[in-house]
């Protein structure tokens, strides 16, 4: 071994020797490292609760997924009233608001349950577009009321306004009546009163014993 060599042994065994500069260096860092790891963890869970709550941050809009629809609910129910103080409840297996400015409510399988002065009432439909603001239900598919006292109405379109208690039906109606029953092409029913109108090729066929 050269001596330069043996130089520069000497001064590594003397620098890593129990007692060195180098010694003492290593016993400061195991104390002072995971105590440094210990604060900075708990100032990465104590800082957000000191800043008032408030997060910021930045999304890229080509980045964000935007949802084509508004409000989409699951099992949907709208509770309101008629004109005379009367409940009603509307609901449907899903309900989506497609958009904040149409207020227009896309239901699926839809049911109303009306109170009427002689009892409960229902209509149901596959679908319909439900107007919040007017409390009207527009259906395109075939509709059915059935009401207390045997009466029932069928409609292949129709629109209700559940706060007037009033259904306009078209595209072929029918129903029946304690006279008996009818078909037509479109009726105009007064729910709470029950009167129906009819318009184009109008038939009764009335039964003697309920007509007694």
Known sequence: MSKIAATMRSERQHWAAPGSAHDHLVAVLRV???SAVGVVAALMVFLPLTSGGDVSFVLDKNKVEVSKERLKVEAASYRGQDDKGQPFVLTA????????AEPIVDMQRLMAKLTLPNGL???AAPSGKFNPVNQQVDVAGPITFDGPNGYSLKSQAATVDLKKKTMKGSGGVSGTVPQGTFTADTMSADLDN???????RARLRIAPQRAR
């Open 32 to 34: 002072v490292l995971p």
């Open 194 to 200: 029950r009167v129906v109108t009819l318009d184009g």
């Open 121 to 123: 009432a229902t209509l």
């Open 93 to 100: 297996q899903s309900a989506l608001q497609k958009s904040a």
